[in-house]
């Protein structure tokens, strides 16, 4: 454990953990008071920049609604203080007294989004499930990344293994159906991508957003392209398919990096554009434009993201992302759809555990698919409501807040209530952990060291950084992987997740080798890409290194090639069944599509000040103007006869209630959207800030019967719905 000496005023430099980008951060420390937070100007990486939810760590770190020692729920539904020995005994004969009576899938875990930024934590997932023998797990991942994973999984053989937009030598930037401004890239680590974009526009190049909201993003580009939700796919096949028609693709290129090329020309000789263009409701001609811009750039790319990956066509869109790159001829060139070469190497973290595939095993009750070792979370509640043998009796969720961010969120909380025990390890009371029995309240970030294992594989430069701890973990206080491997040793297992290698480590700690979540890291760092693989007369990159980097260590820009392709002979594959059935599931569709009169469909929306659900209990990040609102464009306005500031009612399949209206042309007609991540009434007795300013959780109007054909994703764009005067 960390000592801090008090009256000791220093500044730390490390890693914000809220988001992708990564940004560095220096923060201002007196003893274990931060005093202030502001941009690490010498950060190699990020240079100065930082967003509002890095400046704001301070706050949830000092926020006195945060968790901080073990409570337990009382039958009123209040909670009471319990010791750590009570709370994690209790814990661990519970998990193993549902895993006894019932079978080892009674156990579920659910992830959230923080784990990403915990090697600790990713170091002991292997562990855990090892431990627990579930098939049972889920994430916030299976909400919006499952697409990306499996694309990648089947197209360059492992699921982690992601191009990225170079946008530091780029010409030409499509971006369809993402908003980095706002998320500072998503699955593209890119910190002030907004001074990265205009970077392009001044070296002559061009910035096109494809996107049913004219967004922050859409707003700074040479060109703002409207569709209809759910038309990605449409838009970027028909892109391909123009390419192929005008004799644009060079063969010989494609077949030197790909393999499958064939197929999926064949396929596309059965897509008709024109239909694609009414689909998608983008004009043809403007279609053909960018498809033809797109290749004859100097260097040109185009990038999907999280509102492509999370509609009904979401793993064809990011399939037809990559196609329309290889056709082009970017893939692997600078400027182009490239892969980082990280210190750290994902795709090994990812294979060590098992966790590496798609469509391994399948959902008891609806049959579907598991990626990346998680099944989609909109199968959770019917596997817990569901009677029979692999019902889920006991939860454990880590960092994660299912019932606002997976779809029919009411649903899912109602079923949470017939869990026989349910244990929590969050910083808060919030929306989900209510229900737990018990909740595990870690010291949190500032109080840990941390390594970025995962987030250099989508990095628009390659970097290496390790960050300190900042203060010291206050009294009791215990790590998010101290719980972890607590419940895991409970369980009967080890922190290696693996029953040769446990007894050994076992053997060292009796001999005073403590296992820590950092010395994983650092064989990692040895046996990765920058690495000296133990070698003696090899040099390369070592923990020591990091350690003495206090503003990270530039690896140097994206390398050309096509050597991080896990596929035999380094070509992509493009020909795998699951995806050329997705090819003419949507060509079936296509041709039976009809244009509905007066549709209206409901997409989601990111704001710069959240993250998630998690962060709205400090007070900077719900200051100014109210963020929780239903845009609805002028026309759709008019139609129900609302006004902006009237609350209206929205109805879907799922849900009807109450909404406050934004009216604005910054969204197309026929769309109206949503921010994510809201909804915090049920939270308010242990939430204040977050309490007074609750929103509406934008997935009670998402169905969890509706999911996506491969991966089995909820979709969470394009959802219909009607909206009219509230009674």
Request: glycine share 10%.
């Given at each position: ?43 190699v990486f990020s240079h100065g920049f930082v967003c509002p939810k890095g400046i704001a760590v301070a706050e949830i770190h000092n926020d006195p609604d945060r968790v901080r020692t073990p409570l337990r729920r009382t039958p009123t539904g209040d909670f009471e203080e319990i010791s750590w020995d009570d709370a994690l005994r209790i814990t661990g004969e519970r998990l193993s007294e549902t895993r006894r009576r019932f079978g080892r899938d009674a156990v579920a875990v659910y992830y959230g989004n923080p784990i990403i ?611």
């Open positions: 454990m960390q000592t801090m000496n008090p009256g000791s005023s220093r500044t730390v430099y490390r890693t914000c953990p809220l988001c992708e980008a990564c940004c560095g951060l220096a923060i201002d420390v007196d003893g274990d008071r931060v005093l202030q937070v502001r941009p690490d100007e010498e950060d930024h915990n090697h600790g934590a990713l170091t002991l997932r292997k562990a855990l499930l090892h431990a627990l023998g579930t098939h049972n797990v889920f994430s916030a991942g299976s909400q919006d990344t499952s697409p990306r994973f499996a694309t990648s999984y089947h197209v360059f053989g492992s699921s982690v293994l992601t191009p990225v937009a170079d946008v530091d030598r780029c010409t030409y930037f499509l971006c369809v159906g993402a908003n980095p401004v706002v998320s500072n890239g998503s699955a593209m680590t890119a910190p002030n991508i907004r001074g990265r974009l205009r970077a392009i526009q001044e070296r002559g190049g061009k910035v096109v957003v494809v996107d049913p909201r004219r967004t922050e993003t859409a707003r700074l580009a040479d060109e703002y392209v409207a569709i209809r939700p759910g038309g990605d796919a449409a838009l970027l096949l028909a892109m391909v398919r123009i390419l192929i028609d005008r004799r644009l693709v060079d063969e010989d290129v494609v077949g030197r990096c790909s393999v499958g090329w064939p197929k999926v020309q064949a396929a596309l000789q059965g897509l008709d554009v024109r239909a694609a263009a009414a689909f998608c409701a983008v004009p043809l001609a403007t279609i053909e434009r960018l498809a033809v811009e797109l290749v004859e750039a100097e260097a040109g790319v185009a990038y999907s993201r999280v509102g492509t990956c999370n509609n009904r066509y979401g793993t064809l869109a990011t399939y037809a992302t990559d196609l329309l790159n290889i056709a082009a001829g970017r893939l692997g060139r600078e400027g182009g759809w490239m892969f980082p070469t990280p210190a750290f190497d994902a795709t090994l973290i990812t294979r060590l555990p098992g966790g590496d595939g798609h469509d391994r095993w399948r959902s008891r009750v609806r049959g579907l698919p598991e990626t990346v070792g998680d099944l989609p979370a909109a199968c959770l509640a019917e596997e817990i409501e569901t009677a029979g043998d692999g019902q889920i009796h006991a939860l454990l969720t880590f960092a994660g807040n299912p019932v606002l961010s997976t779809p029919n969120g009411r649903r899912l909380a109602g079923a949470l209530d017939r869990l026989d025990f349910m244990v929590s390890i969050d910083l808060y009371v919030n929306e989900t952990t209510r229900h737990a029995d018990i909740i595990l309240p870690p010291a949190w970030t500032l109080a840990e060291d941390h390594v970025d294992l995962l987030m250099g594989s989508f990095a628009t430069r390659n970097f290496a950084r390790w960050s300190p701890a900042v203060v010291a973990p206050g009294a009791g206080e215990k790590a998010d992987w101290e719980i972890l491997l607590d419940i895991i040793r409970r369980l009967g297992g080890g922190p290696m997740g693996d029953r040769f290698l446990d007894p050994v480590i076992g053997v060292f700690e009796k001999l005073g080798y403590r296992w820590h979540p950092t010395h994983m890291a650092a064989l990692l760092l040895r046996v990765g890409p920058h690495g000296d693989r133990f070698l003696p007369w090899k040099k390369g990159l070592k923990m020591k290194d990091l350690r003495e980097a206090a503003h990270g260590i530039d690896l140097g820009p994206l390398k050309p090639g096509l050597q991080r392709i896990q596929h035999r002979g380094k070509r992509a594959r493009l020909d795998a069944a699951p995806l050329l059935a997705a090819l003419d599931a949507f060509l079936a569709d296509l041709r039976g599509y009809t244009a509905a009169r007066d549709e209206l469909l409901l997409i989601g929306r990111r704001e710069l000040r959240t993250c998630n659900s998690w962060i709205h209990n400090a007070p900077s990040m719900v200051s100014g103007r109210e963020r929780c609102l239903l845009y609805v464009n002028p026309e759709d306005a008019a139609r129900a006869g609302l006004s902006d500031g009237d609350v209206a009612r929205l109805d879907s399949k799922a849900h009807s209630g109450p909404v406050k209206v934004h009216v604005t042309d910054e969204i197309c007609p026929g769309v109206v959207s949503l921010p994510h991540g809201w909804g915090h009434a049920e939270a308010a007795p242990w939430q204040s800030v977050a309490g007074a300013h609750p929103g509406v959780s934008a997935n009670d109007w998402t169905d969890d019967q509706d999911v996506e054909l491969v991966v089995g994703q909820s979709i969470l764009n394009g959802v219909p719905v009607r909206l009219s005067a509230a009674a």
